[in-house]
């Protein structure tokens, strides 16, 4: 009996030490997982907010590219617009020089004519803004148109006029149209030749009138037809202004 009582001892003294090491084991794991746990919730915490940093930085990055494009889009819309200012800056002197240009080569015709005297003349004025003739412009016109019937070797000078409102380069075209309008009313229902005109579009030069006052304003806002002849037998034409609408 003795011998196997000796015999049964180092079974439960393997069992014993198996039971230890599981124990151990178990022991471990759980000290391992508690000292990396903190390490991983701390790693996952800096990934989160490099990611959220990296967000931000691409954001102020497409802020800023954005700013940038708009800024330069401001850049060059001013750059367009001052050259734009400069063109028109160029083309109210063109239109200046124009004008005087026109009205020089009307002084060489008349200075190369004998005797070449005003005989007559008749102006007409526009509505503001306006190159448009009306009922009582065309009436002054037809009565300045029907004294020319047998004239000869005369010419008609046409200046046409603005107020000061707006721009230069805007009122030498306009007084240009206004010019222009006379002139073909007159040369459609008259067949008075082309060749006989001499236009001038003087803008808001040589005012006649105070472009301070709405009457000094609607005074300059005309056109003048002269005529011009070296045949002194020929009966003087004389018109009034018509006031415009």
Do not use: W
């Amino acid at each position: 009996m003795k011998n196997q009582s000796i015999k049964i001892q180092p079974i439960h003294v393997a069992v014993s030490i198996c039971a230890l090491l599981s124990i151990t084991g178990c022991a471990t794991k759980n000290y391992v997982h508690s000292q990396t746990a903190p390490i991983i919730q701390q790693t996952d915490q800096l990934d989160q907010k490099t990611a959220d940093n990296n967000r931000a930085i691409h954001d102020v990055d497409d802020r800023a590219q954005a700013g940038i494009g708009k800024a330069q889009q401001s850049a060059d819309a001013a750059g367009q617009s001052a050259n734009a200012a400069e063109q028109s800056a160029q083309n109210a002197t063109s239109a200046a020089n124009d004008a005087v240009h026109r009205a020089s080569a009307l002084s060489d015709v008349v200075a190369g004519l004998d005797n070449y005297k005003q005989t007559g003349d008749v102006t007409v004025n526009f509505a503001f803004d306006k190159a448009v003739l009306t009922s009582n412009d065309r009436a002054e016109l037809d009565s300045f148109a029907a004294k020319l019937n047998g004239a000869n070797s005369y010419i008609l000078e046409v200046t046409g006029g603005t107020d000061s409102t707006g721009n230069a380069q805007y009122n030498y075209q306009l007084s240009q149209r206004r010019a222009d309008a006379v002139v073909q009313y007159l040369a459609s229902k008259y067949q008075i030749s082309p060749r006989r005109f001499y236009l001038i579009g003087i803008g808001e030069d040589q005012a006649v009138g105070d472009n301070h006052t709405s009457s000094g304003r609607a005074m300059n806002r005309r056109v003048t037809v002269q005529m011009l002849t070296n045949n002194v037998g020929n009966t003087a034409t004389s018109g009034t202004a018509a006031s415009g609408n």
